[in-house]
């Protein structure tokens, strides 16, 4: 099936299920099959989430800071004599897989922590329920961490053969809905034939969040398309938070408390100031935190190539929260045309893409060019750090 990477920002249309050649992409959507374009808005609305995630943007500076610690401490012939940001970090990489005697220390455990938070914020992980809550109840349930365990809401739903499962609200819970949904737009906008399997998978996890809804809040569980919009919204502004189940959990709250619940827009700036309000929502983080990896001793360490490609992400990063922020309703439209994700594309950029006939990557999609410069990045350090070539 199509996947979007979080560990190393690429888009990859080559796995098995739903493959694409680069001539599909090149020219997209012209002599494109409909799966194709579907698949490939689901990951690119997976890059956008990215771009405004604090979990996840978190973790990829934590992991930009150990490939900048690996570059500096690695030992290789005429390493000394090289001034800083000379040698591509990249390049650096490279030669310390080789086996050219790096010198990591603490390195790889750190990288390993960080590693653990992508997997403990971005992959679905539902677990078997033998508690006293009934579906559409929240609980809290440990979930693994970077280094240790720490506690999260979770949703209590239905699962085959009459028993219960558990899925916390994790980044993954909240992207996953929010992708589906705009999949389903863009492809009854477009005409396109639309079916998926009737699992648990696809009712609880990849549609949890308007499952929530309408169980949850009586005025949203006849009205279809008002819950998935309101959905998208919650799912966008649960992201932006440090804490995403805490702010998904007040939000459902507050709308179970209100007698009328008010138009997208004013709803949306209600959510917000809520949000701020309990402290769950900090704009001033992606400032301090993100942006401010500008400020760095890394920017003396990376050549010219490589800060561009890692700073220009951050600052699409910075783009995409001041975006939402300004309005959260902007990816909540339930028309989606092929115009309206060239324009995501066009402010937004394009990650890594691979195809089955590109496995290094396409250098177009839609006319548009590809930046795989930090997945290549990304990539080497995986594989210094784990041993493991990233496919």
Known sequence: ??????????????????????????????????????????????????????????????????????????????AEEAAPGSLPVGETLRLAATGSGAAFGELPATYAMFDGQLTAHLQLTPQCYGGDAMPGEFVKCSAPSANSEHWLWAIVTPCTGGGKALWPLNVAFFTESMARTIDRWFAHTNKHPYKRPAHVWEKYGYNGVPWILARACPQLAKDTERRRRVGVVMSELAVLSS??????????????????????????????????????????????????????NAALLMDDDERKAVFGHINRVCEGVTKTRHDPTWLAKSKVEWTSVEGWMDEFSLPAVLATDACQGVQQVAGRTCSPELFRLLKHLRRVMTGVEAC
């Open 1 to 78: 099936m199509a996947s979007f990477a979080w560990e190393d920002l690429c888009i990859r249309l080559n796995d098995e299920g739903q493959k694409a050649r680069m001539s599909q992409l090149v020219k997209m959507p012209v002599n494109t099959p409909p799966a194709v374009q579907v698949a490939f808005v689901h990951e690119y609305v997976h890059y956008l989430q990215f771009t405004a995630s604090l979990p996840a943007s978190r973790a990829l500076i934590g992991v930009l800071g150990v490939a900048i610690d690996c570059a500096a401490q690695t030992k290789f012939p005429g």
């Open 243 to 296: 804490t995403p189940d805490q702010s998904f959990k007040s939000m459902v709250d507050y709308l179970g408390a209100i007698k009328t619940i008010p138009r997208l827009n004013r709803l949306a700036c209600d959510l917000k100031e809520l949000l701020e309000y309990k402290g769950l929502l900090d704009f001033s983080l992606y400032q301090t935190e993100i942006l401010g990896f500008h400020q760095t």
